[in-house]
């Protein structure tokens, strides 16, 4: 984002001393490609890029364009994310069912590349749960996961989903991670939005406040919450024996 690119620098910093060991950067349309990559040769073996498509920006043109930078970079990329279905800002019927066929592409093309996805579904969590099992695509974290009804639904077909730090002070995130099973969370920022004080710019290093307040709703300690979704996110990412082999 434009607002923390520039900063990149002093942010892995701060998450160093936070005790975070990696940091996803989502790219959510191809004219953001070059700097995750940037970041990526900048930080290596701390930032970690996925390329996707923001759902409200979809249209033909970009759709294909944001696939043939996919196909470029895939061996670049630990995930197609993010990418799915947005009806709260798109409202238009042609349009989300456009948004529909641009999301089966990006799953076939994550079966193609044999890539995780990373999934957006804001307003859409029914459809978006549908549209997942009839195209049989189970390797997939659903992004800043909003919707307390399905919980339970994308936690029998083995979805991860992310709770973002703002859980330390929004109620709704605090029901959803409280009945959020720990062997299918992961934690996110969403920066530089999702702050855990809202109007402030977040950033990888607010992780630790998210840990702690989920261990607070769940009865442990942080250390367990902290341990749990850093393995589901290295599993989820197959970034497991690269972080084996740098502690070793």
């Known amino acids: 984002m434009p607002r923390l690119y520039p900063k990149a620098n ?3 910093h701060r998450a160093q001393e936070a005790g975070v060991i990696g940091v ?32 409200p ?8 364009r944001t696939i043939q930078a996919i196909h470029e970079h895939s061996e670049e990329i630990v995930a197609i994310g993010e990418v799915g279905l947005d ?15 641009a999301f089966i592409e990006f799953i076939h093309l994550a079966d193609e590349l044999n890539l995780p996805l990373v999934v957006h579904s804001r307003e859409a969590e029914a459809e ?5 099992r009839e195209e049989n695509m189970f390797d997939v974290q659903l992004h800043c996961f909003n ?25 709704r995130m605090q029901r959803i991670a ?11 920022t ?38 749990t979704t850093t393995g589901n996110a290295l599993k989820f990412l197959r970034l497991e024996k690269i972080y084996r082999e740098s502690t070793e």
Do not use: C
Request: a neutral charge.
């Open 147 to 171: 919707a307390p009804e399905f919980v339970q639904e994308a936690a029998e077909e083995k979805f991860f989903m992310s709770v973002p730090t703002s859980v330390v002070s929004r109620r």
């Open 178 to 188: 409280t009945v959020m099973p720990l062997e299918n969370m992961l934690l996110e």
């Open 57 to 64: 920006r979809a249209t033909r043109q970009i759709v294909k």
């Open 190 to 227: 969403d920066a530089p939005y999702l702050s855990p004080v809202p109007g402030q710019t977040n950033e990888p290093s607010n992780i630790p406040q998210g840990a702690a307040k989920i261990a607070e709703l769940k009865g442990t300690n942080t250390e367990v919450v902290a341990t």
């Open 10 to 12: 002093a942010i892995v």
């Open 128 to 132: 978006t749960l549908q549209v997942l």
């Open 87 to 101: 009806y709260h800002w798109v409202k238009d019927p042609k349009e989300q069912e456009y948004q529909k066929q």
């Open 24 to 55: 996803v950067v989502s790219a959510i349309e191809p004219k953001f490609y070059p700097k995750a990559i940037d970041l990526k040769k900048r930080f290596p073996g701390f930032i970690w890029p996925t390329f996707g498509l923001h759902p």
